[in-house]
């Protein structure tokens, strides 16, 4: 277990609780934004595990500031 499979995992289960608790649930857009990101926190897990730490950092960052964007939105 490395430390980006914490971090992304985290990152994942923060978007299940902010879609749970700050979305209305009928709105299937906002599903499908919040799911972007959890894909870009895969990639980035992924990325990370081959060694780019930089990138996967990055890519960790821009998807939670998507979600925040898309929660607040």
Partial sequence: ???????????????????????????????????????????ANQVGNAGFSLLAAVLIIAGAGYALLVIRG
């Fill in 1 to 43: 277990m490395t430390l980006f499979d914490v971090v992304t995992v985290a990152c994942f289960i923060g978007l299940v609780i902010a879609y749970f608790k700050f979305t209305p649930r009928d709105d299937y857009r906002t599903l499908a934004q919040l799911l972007l990101s959890g894909a870009v926190f895969a990639v």
